[in-house]
């Protein structure tokens, strides 16, 4: 057991990262100790992304300890560089971290200021070079073999690195080394990827006093929603998804999500999807001491022409119906992204005769209503149960002959007699399909449509054949659905 | 009696109408009348659904009301295939408003019932004459949320119906809940329907229970409405239904009816309406356009003022089909 992290106290007493534990106790008998947590480090480091979302979308993670702000065109909202970085420092320091922030042109020089500069430093473009010589070279990031085979040809500082000739350093060392060096010294682009998707719009409001009232929380959407609207407009664009960020005073940060099936800019209709997600998320939501920041963000835009509303009922798609379908979206999703998994399903019939397989349900975020008007229904070749069990259940069957229909069974410990009986309908397994069974010989399924003294009908099936004379192979019975 | 005779054929004569009012496409109230956009949003408020099976419509008043919640009971769990059936067939009612039959419908299972009871199959559900893609499908984890999905489809007029599907007496539904989706059911003129699996009746603010119960099917035949029609043996024909009128505002309850779904024609009927006509087997023939059910030509015993209406010639045997029945039900 070593030491993988420590705080400021302990450094004083001349601890040091990857001591042997033991070493550590035997020297100070009274330290507090507490065992890695490497996954709750990360849930740490994310939170604090989450929080840093309110100086800009653009945030990434360096994990274990770091994070990247784009702040291009952000800075001047909280007074320049140097008044956001202040900012920052201070809000998280209040919240109780240990914190060093630089600001650079380049990722590469903000990362290796930020741990090797002394103070808070904000570095203009093309004002690396002479910040960053002096820093050893464990500043750029370079991987343990590199580093080492550096230190043994006597180079220690970015200075010497900067200085020695290049081409002999990209024989010996690899590319990496170069790389790192140019992309601190802005002669290569480096991006930094977003932890969040970027927002294609967005809109948000600081508040001097934070709120904690739902009916606060729903007021201000509105006045955002509103903001969105003519920003949508100007694009012709309307939103397909939104994201709500609240920011409690505390850094706690809330995302809710939802969906729309159709690209929606009426600042009501997003109120409305809003309000059941809220209400979905009910006590999850802890307004605590309030939120300070709200934000309205865009995340999926579509298509939205200018559209004049007929006298008539009139247009290609529904409302009432897209809205509902929305609205429990809103409600009963996950609040993921959405499209992906909507909670109402529309049955589509699948090309398989396998009845399992038959019918799917699509979200129904793909349909479109109303649908097209048919005349006819088509009915189905073979008879489908009104009703399919998702898993069939077995049952005791008697049969009159070995191959033949059943006379009575037992399912779910009740005793059925069978009047009538039709069948059987042979259904083999999908041996051409993607998930065939290895031996290419599924069991075939003899269906029966049965239908008992009461007049109920069920749809049983015999799985398997009787074997030749002797092999003693028992088929089994299974109920699949229920008629009509 | 007579005035009794009048009202039926009154009521026969309005579903008359409606119906060819759905074939034409246009509201039920301008065809009837010349009337005003308010008032054809209140005629569409006061339809009915006339399911085909004279007795039965006519014992709710004639048909079942449309803006309304609709209790539709099965005993028990097995029965689930038979109500589930039956509400499909309403859904695919011939000469029902024509919204009923284009608009989706939103199918919502309570927690659990699906996994008890299995989910309705689009494949079977369009044996019965029901669009599969018409069916949105939708199971809550909670039950407060089923409810609330309910009462939102409910009031929602662009879709045909709402159907809540539960099983047994659950804690947090009563009179109150019932209350709520009968008024969204009232305001929205759409079908709200509440099927409940092994449920004892409780207070409900539904006008209409209906209790489905097995009924043995009707014989399965070949060459139905010639002279050679003939049963197949063992085989299953049209679904039959016993379905108990529990309770009913509009009219009197407790009986029993046996009605089979004519899945062709789409409408329900009583065997003692099929049997009266197809025992003169010779007439049966000269009908135009042999189906599966066929009707003697009409004007032998009934005098109804009905029986003069002029009805559109495609669908000649859905016309026909209450009046024969009526006729059956006078002669027995």
């Known amino acids: 057991m070593r030491i993988a992290s420590l705080d400021e106290a302990a450094e004083t007493r001349g601890l040091r990262r990857g001591q042997g534990l033991a070493d550590a106790r035997a020297a100070h008998p009274d330290l507090d100790i507490v065992p890695a947590d490497a996954q709750a480090d990360r849930r740490l480091l994310t939170a604090i992304a989450d929080w840093c979302d309110r100086y800009t979308p653009l945030v990434a993670l360096d994990a274990p300890d770091g994070l990247f702000l784009d702040i291009s065109g952000c800075a001047h909202l909280f007074g320049g560089e140097h008044g956001l970085v202040a900012d920052l420092l201070a809000r998280l320091f209040e919240q109780g971290f240990a914190v060093r922030a630089a600001v650079a042109a380049t990722p590469g020089a903000a990362w290796a200021t930020t741990r090797f500069a002394s103070g808070t430093l904000c570095i203009d473009r093309g004002a690396e070079a002479p910040v960053l010589a002096p820093f050893p070279l464990a500043a750029l990031r370079l991987d343990a073999e590199t580093l080492a085979g550096l230190a043994k040809v006597g180079l220690k500082t970015v200075g010497q690195l900067i200085d020695a000739p290049r081409a002999p350093l990209a024989r010996r060392f690899g590319r990496q080394c170069l790389l790192r060096l140019d992309q601190a010294l802005g002669a290569v682009d480096e991006a930094i990827s977003p932890r969040l998707p970027v927002p294609a719009l967005s809109v948000e409001r600081r508040l001097a006093e934070p709120v904690g009232r739902t009916e606060d929380v729903e007021h201000l959407l509105m006045a955002l929603a509103t903001g969105l609207k003519t920003g949508l407009e100007r694009s012709g664009a309307g939103a397909r998804a939104l994201e709500y960020t609240l920011f409690r005073v505390d850094g706690a940060v809330y995302r809710l999500c939802v969906g729309a099936s159709r690209p929606v800019r009426d600042p009501e209709t997003i109120v409305k999807l809003f309000r059941e997600r809220l209400a979905a998320m009910g006590d999850e939501i802890d307004a605590g001491y309030g939120f300070d920041v709200v934000r309205l963000n865009v995340l999926a835009r579509g298509e939205l022409a200018g559209e004049q509303s007929d006298f008539a009922r009139a247009g290609e798609d529904d409302p009432d119906v897209a809205l509902l379908l929305d609205r429990i979206a809103a409600r009963l999703g996950d609040g993921a992204f959405p499209d992906t998994r909507h909670p109402v399903g529309q049955a589509v019939a699948v090309e398989s005769h396998e009845p399992e397989r038959a019918e799917t349900r699509r979200p129904a975020s793909a349909a479109r209503f109303p649908l097209p008007a048919k005349q006819n229904v088509l009915q189905p070749a073979s008879p489908r149960p009104a009703r399919l069990l998702t898993v069939p259940e077995p049952v005791e069957v008697v049969a009159g002959v070995p191959e033949g229909p059943p006379l009575r069974f037992r399912w779910r410990r009740a005793l059925y007699q069978v009047a009538k009986a039709e069948g059987p309908e042979r259904i083999g397994g999908e041996w051409w399909g993607d998930e065939a069974p290895a031996d290419l010989c599924p069991v075939p399924r003899d269906y029966y449509r049965v239908e008992d003294e009461a007049g109920r009908r069920y749809w049983l099936f015999r799985r398997g054949l009787y074997g030749p004379a002797g092999r003693g192979v028992q088929p089994q019975w299974f109920m699949h659905g229920m008629f009509a | 009696m007579a005035s009794a005779a009048r009202a039926t054929a009154r009521a026969t004569l309005l579903s008359l109408r409606r119906q060819i009012a759905s074939i034409e496409q246009t509201p039920p109230a301008l065809a009837g009348e010349e009337r005003g956009w308010a008032d054809a949003q209140d005629a569409e408020r006061a339809a009915l659904l006339a399911t085909g099976a004279v007795d039965f419509d006519r014992e709710l008043g004639g048909g079942i009301a449309l803006a309304s919640l609709t209790e539709i009971h099965a005993r028990t769990a097995r029965d689930a295939g038979l109500a589930t059936g039956f509400v499909a067939a309403l859904l695919s009612l011939t000469g029902a408003p024509a919204f009923l ?111 489905v119960a097995p009924s043995p099917s009707a014989p399965l035949t070949v060459l139905a409405g010639t002279a050679h029609a003939r049963a197949v043996p063992g085989g299953i024909g049209p679904p039959g239904f016993a379905v108990t009128i529990e309770k009913n505002k509009a009219g009197p309850a407790g009986r029993t009816h046996f009605i089979h779904w004519n899945s062709h024609e789409r409408h329900f009927y009583t065997e003692q309406a099929r049997r009266g006509g197809t025992r003169p087997a010779g007439t049966a023939a000269d009908g135009p356009g042999g189906t599966l059910v066929a009707f003697p030509r009409a004007g032998s015993g009934s005098a109804h003022p009905g029986a003069e209406l002029s009805v559109s010639g495609d669908r000649p045997h859905r016309a026909r089909a209450p009046r024969q029945g009526l006729a059956a039900e006078e002669a027995s």
């Open chain 2, 101 to 211: 039959a284009r608009d989706p419908v939103l199918w919502i299972g309570a927690p659990g019932v699906f996994a008890e009871a299995g989910a309705p199959h689009g494949r079977g559900l369009a044996a019965l004459g029901f669009a599969p893609e018409r069916l949105l499908t939708v199971e809550p984890k909670r039950l407060v949320d089923a409810l609330w999905v309910a009462e939102e489809a409910a009031r929602t007029r662009g879709l045909a119906a709402t159907i809540l599907d539960m099983r047994g007496n659950i804690g947090g539904f009563g009179l109150r809940e019932t209350q709520r989706l009968n008024r969204r059911a009232q305001a929205s003129g759409r079908l709200v329907l509440l099927l409940r699996q092994s449920a004892e009746a409780e207070a409900s603010a539904a006008p209409l229970r209906l209790v």
